[in-house]
């Protein structure tokens, strides 16, 4: 129901687009979530949109560098990945999450529904 895509090989300081296609769910129900895994650490949530009440979060190792969007006509969520420094690296995964109470946000992976299949990233030095 989730497919993520766009990820790949580029150089410190380049861009990348993710895309997460969503199919079976709606967006006025449903919250999007990035979250990524690099080698030998943890999966982290890094960005979170909500369409349904315009509620966006990033985490703070990449304020300012992301941007995270959506466009409900395709039912896909965008993560617009800038200055991209070689500690992005990392499989990056979407995710949906059924929104309870309008205006908070989650990246609790556990609270998430729906995964994607994952895309890598490298982003080499």
């Known amino acids: 129901q989730l497919q993520a895509s766009g990820g790949g090989l580029v150089q410190a300081g380049g861009s990348l687009r993710l895309s997460c296609a969503a199919s079976?769910?709606?967006?006025?129900?449903?919250?999007i979530g990035w979250f990524r895994r690099a080698p030998g650490k943890e999966r982290e949530g890094v960005s979170y949109?909500?369409?349904?009440?315009?509620?966006?979060y990033y985490v703070d190792s990449v304020k300012g560098r992301f941007t995270i969007s959506s466009d409900n006509a395709k039912n896909t969520v965008y993560l617009q990945m800038n200055s991209l420094k070689p500690e992005d690296t990392a499989v990056y995964y979407c995710?949906?999450?059924?929104?309870?109470?309008?205006?908070?946000?989650?990246?609790?992976?556990?609270?998430?529904?729906?995964w994607g299949q994952g895309t890598q990233v490298t982003v080499s030095s």
């Open positions: 949109i909500s369409s349904s009440d315009s509620t966006i």
């Open positions: 079976g769910i709606s967006f006025d129900d449903y919250a």
């Open positions: 995710a949906a999450y059924y929104v309870v109470v309008p205006g908070t946000w989650s990246l609790e992976g556990d609270e998430f529904d729906y």
